[in-house]
């Protein structure tokens, strides 16, 4: 029998299949572009004459790159779907005697029969789409969407399309072949699919639950599962076009930097699908035809998915127990047998499933404690740290470079179109890309002094009577060690804050860390690249203090001016200055449409602290109405207003005093003791602190009458400015005043 | 000529065809004989190259069979339980088969299907389990392979579909030197067609013999002796496989042929002497009762 009329003869037996795929196609290359792209034309139609100066035409031209969005998800919900059909139903004659009979019997060599179910499917969904994807081209062109980019794009999504079928077609296929009937074949194409993600799930809770110092980028990225093609397909494919794909319209440069960028993992993909097909391969060889409606056609692969899943169960009811009956040494009999329990209901569960007879429950029944035994160890090396993960430091010669940065970090700019930054601003992806710190051994330093503290407060939390258990707030951190073997390692670090000076100087210090870490220079020149595209666009501005807040627009000369400015006075930045320093305000800097109808914030946006030694950003700010003084002159003031609430012990408020004070060396001692410091990434927590909060009035302040009655009401116009003071710091007369009574210390 | 030597087959752990060992000469019609799980369909589903023997071999004219097209191409095998393609007619089946057999007859197919009264054009799901039986053996006959498998083919037809069934096989055995192997648990339906016939009981062969060779080897006798005392000097000469009395009529069953039997009673006066025709059931239940096997059971179920 000739090729031709063996695929014939596969599509005339499975018509239904060929319905379905043509189905999807019209849906994905079709009608859903059809909606999608005809929304987004009246879309930019309003646009155009609010933020852009390219013509209709072209912006619309542009625009068609909107329907990727939707289309990259869409095309990969209907592939894997149709993926996974056409590989169980391709093999599925495996299933019945009687088909195995008519098929097996034939002079058709079983190589050649596998061949031909497999290419078949391979070959209808490659044409379909195809014919689809032409289809889609015409759609664009039609509402006058079409440009070379998303003609590119859409060319482009087709080859990622069809390799993403190829991969979890492949592995559909194995687990057909593996599997003695269709609800078998269906469990094993989901497990085949899920147990990478299930052990990084199991792999992620346990460090997570147990190692202190552990610190994941994002979650997704750690369960990602690099054997499943759909993943690639996301995270190189779709989330760039997602990325590119933004109100601006899609640009062809950007898509050959999508596609040409996802070459790898395509590459990847086409090894899982081929992995995966030898695999499928040799098993249809292998395979015994009386296997016909058993559980899994070999022995060992029945062990190994019972291994796999008694395992997995009983490690998650292990970390379960341990997180409700567990201490921090050892584990409790409790624990121990509710993994028993789990471990026994899967295998045995597993077992009838698998056999589908009941008699059979115990079958290998010594798999059971064989799983509880592993499950076990595995518990045991994670909730004691057995290979010290939380001590390690790697040896400095092993790294190319660091970064470091603390949890809580304000400042990193958000730059839209860079693909190491995922939609909607990363911070670690970041500074992983612009943070490259040499003085790797000042960053171990601070390590691995960061990694005891964060060990002693874990030992602290769960021994009330240890030593440690009273604990000391701390600067959270992070840890980026790039090591030469291209490997990134990440620890999350505790710093005391009696941390040494002189080693936080030697890193924060350091020009590499200023630069990556405030990007003054970076901040101009992506606005500056942005502006050249989109001339419509302005740059915002918030300045803000303890105080208040002013909001204006700058042109890109002053972002120059101003961005000059801060890369000079950043030289004097390092951690001794942010404690001995005050920051007195921060800069909000961003980019967005005239009328502010349309976000570009994601373009770009960056906060830059500004401190009381920042002379020349202060004058910049000056000299352009960007400055807000903190305070009016003490000449001004005519009154000072104090609120102190005390609350109890059951944090309920026990009391509020109200006082006011026209003295004028009253009023002096007030505002001497009057706290500007804006709260930064190195501020000191301490929740003991208690604050007086004052509002201080010029003559302007108390005469008027605004809307409320209330001086202080933040709400009025001219009501004076509101600051705290630390009680601590209140001149004694005040105290007293407002009936402070420290709270006893713990 | 079809050798399965030392054949071995597992389910499970259990034995399904165990040792086995036969010949089956071409040209000739060979009937396989078992009750249910004797390892009748098992052996079929071997030669045929489904399934795989654990050990020994299964040759179709000095080749391996399993994964071999060129044997494959060489018979046509037909299921207890048939499957056709979906939602197709004779004729789709038709084209499906000589796109696979290159001596497949398309002219010989429409000729027998118009024989029987099947339609081509009708499709195959509405057809009777008779009828779908009849297809099958009309596709397999039109491939003009050299051998013909039939798992319990004969058990859904009518009688007289099965006797043109019969002849058909008949016609292509003389003009083409078709080789038959059929199974059945039905005696009586592989009597007059077989030219060899297998027992099997519990995956091994109990017996194996050309029905000629059976047929001549055993007779069936009915005497009644003028003088009683001469019935101890016949019994002793003869090589009795039965002997029932009911009164002065003795009847045996001997492995003896005519000629043996008429020496031996030339000399004894009789009252009766008669040689009679024995059934192949008869032949059997004589043969495995000397062996020990209640072929009654297994015959009959």
Same mark, same amino acid.
């Given at each position: 029998?000739t ?7 596969n599509y005339?037996n499975?018509l239904?299949?060929?319905?379905l ?5 019209v849906?994905?290359f079709?009608?859903? /572009?059809?909606v999608?792209?005809g929304?987004?034309r009246i879309?930019m139609?309003?646009?155009e ?12 031209q ?13 095309g990969m919900?209907f ?8 590989g ?18 034939q ?8 061949f031909?179910n497999?290419?078949?499917?391979v070959?209808?969904y490659?044409?379909?789409y195809?014919?689809g994807?032409?289809l889609a081209?015409?759609?664009t062109?039609a509402l ?6 998303v ?12 390799i ?15 599997s003695?009937n ?7 194409d ?5 147990i990478?993600f ?11 639950g147990w ?6 980028l ?7 599962p690099v054997?499943?093609p759909?993943?690639?397909y996301?995270?190189?494919?779709a989330v ?6 933004? /109100?601006?319209?899609?640009?062809t440069?950007?898509?050959?930097s999508?596609?040409s ?27 015994k ?5 058993k ?5 060992f ?5 019972k ?6 169960g ?25 993994m028993?329990?789990?471990?026994v209901?899967?295998c045995?569960i597993?077992?009838?499933i698998?056999?589908l007879d009941?008699?059979k ?5 010594w ?10 160890i ?25 970064a ?7 400042s990193?700019?958000?730059i ?37 503290k964060?060990?002693?407060?874990q030992?602290?939390e769960?021994?009330a009577d240890?030593?440690n ?9 992070i840890?980026l ?14 710093? /005391?804050?009696?941390?040494?000076r002189?080693l936080?100087?030697a ?5 590499e860390?200023?630069?990556?870490y ?7 020149e992506v606005?500056a690249?942005?502006m ?11 300045y803000s203090?303890r ?8 042109d890109i ?20 200055m942010?404690?001995?320093e005050i ?20 373009g770009?946006?960056q906060?830059l ?21 903190l305070?009016p002159?003490?000449?001004?003031v005519?009154?000072?207003i ?6 109890d012990?059951?944090?309920d ?12 060396s ?9 706290e500007?410091?804006?709260?930064g ?7 003991n ?7 201080v009035?010029t ?10 009655d209330?001086p ?11 600051l705290p003071?630390?009680?601590n710091?209140?001149?004694?007369f ?6 402070y009574? /420290?709270m006893?210390?713990e | 000529m079809?050798d ?9 752990g ?13 040209g ?6 078992g ?6 369909t098992?052996?079929l589903r ?5 399934i ?9 004219d000095g080749l391996p ?5 060129v ?11 048939l499957?056709f393609l979906?939602?197709s007619?004779?004729?789709?089946m038709a084209?499906?088969y ?6 497949f007859?398309t002219?010989?197919f429409?000729t027998m299907?118009?024989?029987?009264g099947?339609?081509?054009a009708?499709?195959?799901?509405s057809f ?12 397999g ?9 039939c798992d319990?083919t004969?058990?859904g ?15 292509a ?7 038959t192997?059929?199974?059945?648990h ?10 060899h016939?297998?027992l ?6 109990l017996l194996?013999?050309?029905i000629?060779?059976l047929?001549i ?5 009915q005497v009644?002796?003028?003088d009683?005392?001469?019935s ?5 000469r003869m ?6 009395r009911?009164?002065?009529l ?8 005519p ?13 009766l002497y ?9 032949i059997?239940?004589s043969?495995?009762e000397v062996?020990?096997?209640d072929?009654?059971?297994i015959i009959?179920?």
């Amino acid at each position: 029998m000739t090729f031709k009329r063996s695929l014939m003869d596969n599509y005339r037996n499975r018509l239904w299949i060929v319905a379905l795929v043509i189905l999807t196609a019209v849906l994905q290359f079709v009608f859903i /572009p059809a909606v999608h792209m005809g929304g987004a034309r009246i879309h930019m139609m309003d646009m155009e004459m609010d933020i852009l100066s390219d013509p209709l035409p072209v912006l619309l031209q542009n625009a068609g790159g909107a329907w990727l969005q939707a289309s990259a998800f869409t095309g990969m919900l209907f592939t894997c779907a149709i993926a996974a059909i056409m590989g169980i139903q391709g093999f599925s004659y495996l299933y019945q005697t009687r088909s195995v009979d008519f098929y097996d019997s034939q002079p058709i060599a079983f190589s050649r029969r596998f061949f031909i179910n497999y290419i078949s499917s391979v070959i209808l969904y490659a044409v379909v789409y195809g014919i689809g994807t032409l289809l889609a081209v015409l759609v664009t062109v039609a509402l006058g969407m079409g440009s070379p980019a998303v003609f590119m794009g859409l060319a482009g999504e087709y080859i990622w399309l069809v390799i993403l079928f190829i991969g979890m077609y492949s592995i559909s296929v194995l687990a057909a072949v593996l599997s003695g009937n269709l609800f078998i074949a269906a469990l094993m194409d989901a497990f085949l699919c899920g147990i990478e993600f299930l052990y990084r799930l199991i792999n992620f809770g346990c460090m997570n639950g147990w190692f202190t110092t552990m610190y994941s980028l994002s979650d997704e990225k750690f369960l990602t599962p690099v054997s499943l093609p759909m993943s690639w397909y996301i995270m190189r494919f779709a989330v760039g076009i997602m990325r590119i794909s933004n /109100p601006w319209g899609t640009r062809t440069a950007e898509v050959v930097s999508v596609l040409s960028g996802s070459l790898p993992a395509m590459a990847i993909c086409l090894a899982i699908g081929a992995a995966a097909t030898a695999l499928a391969y040799n098993a249809f060889l292998f395979r015994k035809r009386e296997m016909v409606q058993k559980g899994l056609c070999f022995g060992f692969v029945e062990s190994f998915v019972k291994f796999a899943l008694g395992i997995s169960g009983g490690v998650l009811a292990g970390m379960a127990g341990d997180s409700i009956f567990g201490s921090m040494f050892g584990f409790s009999p409790l624990t121990v047998i509710v993994m028993a329990v789990t471990v026994v209901l899967i295998c045995v569960i597993g077992e009838w499933i698998l056999s589908l007879d009941i008699t059979k429950l115990l079958r290998r029944a010594w798999q059971i404690p064989a799983c509880l035994v592993v499950s076990g160890i595995i518990l045991f090396v994670f909730k004691t740290d057995a290979f010290g993960y939380d001590r390690y430091i790697p040896k400095a010669s092993e790294v190319e470079s660091c970064a470091f940065y603390p949890t809580n970090s304000f400042s990193f700019t958000m730059i839209s179109g860079d693909e190491s930054i995922e939609w909607g601003g990363n911070r670690d992806s970041y500074f992983a890309k612009y943070m490259q710190l040499s003085n790797i051994e000042d960053v171990e330093a601070l390590a691995k002094l960061g990694m005891e503290k964060q060990r002693l407060d874990q030992i602290g939390e769960m021994d009330a009577d240890s030593d440690n258990a009273y604990y000391e707030y701390d600067w959270q951190a992070i840890v980026l060690y790039r090591m030469k073997n291209g490997a990134e390692v990440y620890r999350r670090i505790a710093l /005391p804050y009696d941390v040494d000076r002189t080693l936080m100087d030697a890193v924060l210090g350091s020009k590499e860390y200023r630069e990556a870490y405030f990007n003054p220079k970076g901040v101009y020149e992506v606005t500056a690249s942005v502006m050249n595209t989109y001339p419509k666009i302005q740059i915002n501005t918030m300045y803000s203090n303890r105080a208040t807040s002013q909001s204006g627009i700058m042109d890109i000369d002053t972002l120059k001016e101003f961005t000059d400015a801060y890369e000079k006075d950043l030289s004097a930045y390092d951690f001794s200055m942010t404690q001995d320093e005050i920051c007195i305000g921060t800069l909000d800097i961003s980019i967005a449409s005239r009328s502010n109808t349309y976000d570009f914030s994601m373009g770009m946006n960056q906060t830059l602290p500004i401190y009381e030694n920042y002379t020349d950003v202060i004058k910049v700010l000056r000299e352009h109405n960007m400055y807000c003084e903190l305070l009016p002159p003490k000449e001004d003031v005519v009154k000072v207003i104090s609120e102190y609430t005390q609350w109890d012990e059951y944090g309920d408020e026990s009391q509020s005093v109200t006082g006011s004070y026209t003295d004028k060396s009253r009023i002096d001692q007030i505002m001497d003791e009057l706290e500007f410091n804006m709260y930064g990434e190195w501020s000191k927590d301490n929740y003991n602190d208690e604050y007086f909060y004052i509002t201080v009035l010029t003559e302007a302040d108390v005469a008027y009458t605004g809307d409320s009655d209330d001086p202080s009401d933040y709400t009025n116009k001219n009501c004076g400015v509101n600051l705290p003071m630390l009680v601590n710091n209140a001149p004694g007369f005040l105290k007293e005043d407002m009936g402070y009574t /420290p709270m006893k210390s713990e | 000529m079809i050798d399965i030597t030392d054949v071995y087959k597992t389910y499970e752990g259990s034995p399904a065809v165990s040792n086995l060992s036969l010949h089956m000469k071409g040209g000739e019609v060979f009937g396989l004989l078992g009750t249910n799980g004797a390892g009748k369909t098992t052996l079929l589903r071997m030669i045929a190259g489904i399934i795989k023997a654990d050990s020994g071999s299964i040759t179709i004219d000095g080749l391996p069979v399993y994964d071999n097209p060129v044997v494959k191409e060489k018979f046509f095998f037909i299921p207890d339980e048939l499957y056709f393609l979906p939602h197709s007619r004779g004729r789709d089946m038709a084209r499906h088969y000589a796109g696979i057999y290159p001596d497949f007859s398309t002219e010989e197919f429409n000729t027998m299907m118009e024989r029987f009264g099947l339609d081509p054009a009708r499709r195959i799901n509405s057809f009777s389990k008779g009828m779908k039986k009849q297809l099958a053996v009309v596709l397999g006959l039109s491939s003009h392979t050299r051998y013909l498998l039939c798992d319990e083919t004969f058990d859904g037809l009518d009688p007289v579909m099965r006797q043109a069934t019969k002849s058909l096989i008949a016609v292509a055995m003389e003009e083409r030197s078709l080789t038959t192997v059929m199974t059945s648990h039905n005696l009586r339906e592989l009597e007059d067609v077989c030219d060899h016939v297998g027992l099997l009981h519990k995956g091994g062969v109990l017996l194996s013999k050309d029905i000629e060779d059976l047929k001549i080897g055993v007779q069936k006798l009915q005497v009644v002796y003028a003088d009683e005392d001469d019935s101890y000097n016949a019994e002793e000469r003869m090589s009795i496989l039965d002997h029932k009395r009911q009164g002065r009529l003795h009847v045996y069953v001997a492995r003896q042929t005519p000629d043996e039997l008429d020496e031996i009673f030339d000399d004894i006066d009789t009252v009766l002497y008669e040689i009679l025709p024995l059934t192949l059931e008869e032949i059997f239940i004589s043969e495995t009762e000397v062996v020990g096997y209640d072929i009654q059971k297994i015959i009959n179920g």
